[in-house]
């Protein structure tokens, strides 16, 4: 089992940044690929980004890239969302989740093992 914690999120101006962290704990010692969804008010939950477990591969959103950046840390189990010129269209809900490979990306939610609680993110125009 890996538990998945979510932090970093809040309220923000359109143009500001936030960054998003997610720790991993548990069964860490294995290799997994770690993404980004959200969910907005009345939506489906959506891919956002994704990186494999040595960083090698990473995927994004079209609607994100160029504007937000995924990272980690192996040593502290945490992966990092740099949100940077914020959208009132990125206010959402964001999830962690995570799959034990160590190079598989998916992009579709039902493939991630793991969840974490969630983080709100609201972007005021």
């Known amino acids: 089992q890996v538990q998945l914690v979510e932090s970093g999120g809040g309220v923000v101006q359109a143009g500001g940044s936030l960054r998003l962290s997610c720790a991993a704990s548990?069964?860490?010692?294995?290799?997994?690929?770690m993404g980004w969804f959200r969910q907005a008010p009345g939506k489906d939950r959506e891919f956002v980004v994704a990186?494999?477990?040595?960083?090698?591969?990473?995927r994004y959103a079209d609607s994100v890239r160029d504007r937000f950046t995924i990272s980690r840390d192996n040593a502290k189990n945490t992966r990092y969302l740099q949100m940077n010129r914020l959208k009132p269209e990125d206010t959402a809900v964001y999830y962690c989740?995570?799959?034990?490979?160590?190079?598989?990306?998916?992009?579709?939610?039902?493939?991630?093992?793991?969840w974490g609680q969630g983080t709100q993110v609201t972007v005021s125009s």
């Open positions: 989740a995570a799959l034990v490979s160590n190079w598989y990306v998916p992009r579709t939610d039902d493939e991630y093992h793991y």
């Open positions: 548990g069964r860490t010692s294995s290799a997994y690929t």
């Open positions: 990186i494999n477990w040595d960083g090698s591969t990473t």
